[in-house]
């Protein structure tokens, strides 16, 4: 089955099926139906959606929860170059012109929209995942393709089966079909100035490996794949809103990276205490693209380390959140593949 019918397919189930989403728009920067990271029926969400066809991944945006519905991309050793991470994290422009485009109230989010929530600012398509050549790292870092993740399961959990998935395909000699998104399963309230950017409860990912030669369209639920459901929990195992203290503190951060400037933190610790000077603020010209950068003092005081409570988890075990398709289907409420 060619990858193009494929897409005409999915849309036409969409057309007929009962939890059909509203698919309010697309975005593309390439074409959707001949985009190489959707070479299966794209995921079947019940959210509203906008789809964004890109180079390095195909994406679905609720600009209601303002994070993805879901990501998916293709991985191969081509992939993976020597390119730096840019950490230039920013606003989509792309969408933030749709919503101007089609006159929507709805904008898209800043990087400094996360700040002082103590959550990550967590890929969905790594980083890692796409190192051939700057612009395709960079455009890992727009902030639709961002979701809340606490730092344990972004810096830890998160990164480490993204580390596994591509030393896998280096030496095994495998390609993979990734899919990620989150899981809204339980309330974890919102962050941002507004209080309008949810928190996920959880995050899926399901992984699909196959040989170098063959095609990404054979791909079915007989084929070999990865897939977990993770917990945005933190490291001692609570969720961020029963230990908010534990989630700032736990994590002391070196820096604070806002669209591809590094501001650096004042910092000082003796054993207990942790205390930080953050200088940021964000002026936006409301009809241009280009970021303009004001610093004025803001103060925060993280003034000790909360107490461990409960035993800390361990930094690599992934595989203890590893489940099956139909689980996934089940708890995200998509359709897969």
């Known amino acids: 089955m060619s990858h193009k019918f494929n897409l005409i397919l999915f849309f036409f189930f969409l ?11 697309v975005i593309e920067k390439i074409p ?28 679905s945006y609720n600009k209601e929860k303002r994070i993805p519905n879901w990501v998916s991309w293709t991985l191969n050793k081509e992939d993976l170059g020597d390119a730096e991470r ?12 749709y ?36 612009v395709n790292n960079k455009s890992t870092f727009y902030m639709s393709n961002m979701a ?34 989150p899981i809204l399963d339980q309330e974890l309230g919102y962050l941002g100035p507004k209080k309008d950017i949810l928190i996920p409860s959880k995050f899926f990912k399901i ?13 079915s639920d007989k084929t070999e794949y990865i897939a977990v459901i993770m917990p945005n929990i933190l490291n001692n195992g609570t969720i961020p809103n029963e230990d908010f203290i534990h989630s700032c503190q736990s994590f002391a951060l070196n820096d604070v ?13 003796n054993h207990s205490n942790v205390s930080t000077s953050i200088s940021i603020s964000l002026q936006i010209e409301a009809e241009q693209k280009k970021e303009e ?12 380390q909360a107490p461990q409570r409960g035993k800390i988890l361990q930094y690599n075990n992934w595989q203890d959140f590893k489940t099956n398709l139909n689980e996934i289907e089940k708890v995200s409420g998509l359709k897969l593949i």
């Open 15 to 25: 057309s007929i099926t009962s939890i059909q989403a509203k698919i309010e728009g």
């Open 32 to 59: 959707l139906l001949t985009n190489p990271n959707l070479p299966k029926i794209a995921p079947v969400t019940k959210e509203n959606e906008i789809i964004i066809s890109r180079e390095e991944y195909v994406l």
């Open 86 to 97: 840019s950490s230039s994290f920013s606003r989509d422009f792309d969408l933030e012109k």
């Open 99 to 134: 919503f101007k485009e089609k006159r929507l109230p709805n904008k898209a989010v800043t990087s400094t929209e996360y700040a002082k929530s103590c959550f990550d600012r967590g890929h969905q398509v790594p980083s890692g995942d796409r190192t051939k050549n700057y």
């Open 148 to 181: 809340p993740q606490t730092p344990y399961l972004n810096r830890y959990l998160w990164k480490n089966l993204e580390v596994y998935t591509r030393n896998y395909i280096l030496t095994k000699n495998k390609k993979a079909y990734v899919i990620a998104g």
């Open 207 to 219: 992984i699909f490996f196959i040989d170098e030669k063959e095609k990404f369209e054979s791909i």
């Open 257 to 269: 990276e806002i669209e591809g400037e590094t501001i650096a933190l004042e910092s000082s610790s």
């Open 293 to 304: 950068w004001t610093l004025i003092d803001e103060s925060r005081d993280e003034a000790r």
